[in-house]
């Protein structure tokens, strides 16, 4: 389907999702008339009554656009897994501070969650070899250049994408420096790994820290995920 301007796309549809949550079950509900969205409700059979209707909507964003509107629209905003600490130290909370005054808004009044990618390993080489495919698979998305060139890895990226064009990041991966997966996951010892995404909290609400799984067996993505387990949660 024709896509259009993805921040006014989603505008709409946080618009759409909020006045079925507040109206859907008062009869109120006819129609809603976008520049992407038009809908007819006017036959809607209204259901019962809700718990609530003031559902929280997050939403995940990775660069600046998306992420001023999100603090903007949402009731929460969740940083992208693949963002390093300092991405998400240093650059965005700014974003999050404009987007929050477009709307008149206070810091209070959003949830930031972000979630960062982990490898909790005595075995530092291990955890980043096991991190590479994941660094590859994203940074092989053309969309996502800009925010690795930001980093400094444009020409990494530029590399990677042909691999993910034919459909095969694994088979890139190996052009992954060990520099660039540092810089997108933390990799190391428990203590290690709790210091370094400590800056976090600086900008955070919360975190719900992950492991890096693309290309692992089952087995040790379970056991990254034990770790992370027993290192924030144990």
């Given at each position: 389907?024709?896509?259009?301007?993805?921040?006014?796309?989603?505008?709409?549809?946080?618009?759409?999702?909020?006045?079925?949550?507040?109206?859907?079950?008062?009869?109120?509900?006819?129609?809603?008339?976008?520049?992407?969205?038009?809908?007819?409700?006017?036959?809607?059979?209204?259901?019962?009554?809700?718990?609530?209707?003031?559902?929280?909507?997050?939403?995940?964003?990775?660069?600046?656009?998306?992420?001023?509107?999100?603090?903007?629209?949402?009731?929460?905003?969740?940083?992208?897994?693949?963002?390093?600490?300092?991405?998400?130290?240093?650059?965005?909370?700014?974003?999050?501070?404009?987007?929050?005054?477009r709307a008149g808004k206070e810091r209070s009044d959003v949830e930031v969650n972000l979630w960062?990618?982990?490898?909790?390993?005595?075995?530092?080489?291990?955890?980043?070899?096991?991190?590479?495919?994941?660094?590859?698979?994203?940074?092989?998305?053309?969309?996502?250049?800009?925010?690795?060139?930001?980093?400094?890895?444009?020409?990494?990226?530029?590399?990677?994408?042909?691999?993910?064009?034919?459909?095969?990041?694994v088979g890139v991966a190996h052009l992954v420096p060990n520099e660039m997966v540092e810089t997108?996951?933390?990799?190391?010892?428990?203590?290690?790994?709790?210091?370094?995404?400590?800056?976090?909290?600086?900008?955070?609400?919360?975190?719900?820290?992950?492991?890096?799984?693309?290309?692992?067996?089952?087995?040790?993505?379970?056991?990254?995920?034990?770790?992370?387990?027993?290192?924030?949660?144990?």
């Amino acid at each position: 389907m024709p896509y259009g301007k993805p921040l006014a796309h989603l505008r709409e549809v946080v618009e759409i999702v909020r006045l079925v949550f507040t109206k859907g079950h008062t009869g109120e509900l006819e129609r809603y008339e976008g520049a992407y969205h038009r809908h007819d409700f006017s036959e809607l059979q209204p259901p019962a009554p809700p718990l609530r209707t003031d559902i929280p909507i997050w939403i995940a964003a990775l660069r600046a656009p998306l992420l001023a509107l999100a603090a903007e629209i949402g009731d929460g905003v969740m940083g992208h897994a693949i963002w390093s600490v300092h991405w998400a130290t240093k650059k965005m909370p700014s974003v999050i501070e404009k987007g929050l005054r477009r709307a008149g808004k206070e810091r209070s009044d959003v949830e930031v969650n972000l979630w960062p990618i982990v490898a909790i390993s005595n075995d530092r080489a291990e955890a980043i070899d096991d991190s590479r495919a994941t660094v590859a698979f994203y940074a092989g998305i053309t969309q996502y250049e800009e925010y690795f060139a930001a980093h400094g890895f444009r020409r990494e990226a530029q590399a990677l994408q042909e691999g993910v064009r034919r459909g095969d990041y694994v088979g890139v991966a190996h052009l992954v420096p060990n520099e660039m997966v540092e810089t997108f996951v933390t990799c190391g010892r428990p203590d290690e790994v709790r210091r370094r995404i400590e800056p976090l909290w600086e900008a955070a609400d919360s975190l719900c820290p992950v492991p890096a799984p693309y290309a692992l067996p089952a087995e040790k993505i379970i056991a990254y995920s034990a770790a992370i387990a027993s290192t924030f949660y144990g």
